[in-house]
């Protein structure tokens, strides 16, 4: 197998597992989604460490939430776990799961 074949089926894998894509030809469906599922709760649990308000108000629903948001939306390069989190929040008030935050006045000098 060439240098180019090898990139091709490495592109390939990264992109099912971090994008949902169709599993290559060649690897074992069930290893991959076991390391989808690996990667989605390590996902999870660094947004939970950042944001621990979204745990705290989803209780049980987090985990679920959680999921659903990992799969229709791939972290993509340049956005960082803070903007994940950020990004997940954002998803979880424009579904109706969480209230949307108050606006904060603040009054000139």
């Known amino acids: 197998m060439s240098r180019a074949e090898l990139a091709a089926r490495q592109a390939a894998l990264l992109r099912a597992l971090l994008a949902g894509e169709q599993v ?14 690996a990667l989605r709760a390590k996902r999870g649990s ?3 460490d950042l944001r621990p308000d979204l745990p ?5 629903r987090f985990r679920p939430l959680f999921d659903a948001y990992a799969a229709a939306t791939p972290r993509t390069d340049g956005v960082g776990y803070r903007q994940d989190a950020a990004n997940f929040a954002t998803w979880l008030t424009e579904r109706g799961e ?5 606006r904060r006045f ?3 000098r």
Not at 24 to 37: H, K, L, Q, S
Not at 98 to 102: E, I, S, T
């Open 24 to 37: 290559p030809t060649g690897f074992d469906p069930g290893r991959v989604a076991a390391e989808i599922r």
């Open 46 to 48: 660094i947004v939970a």
């Open 56 to 60: 705290q108000a989803l209780g049980e």
């Open 98 to 102: 969480l209230p949307r935050p108050r």
């Open 106 to 108: 603040r009054l000139g």
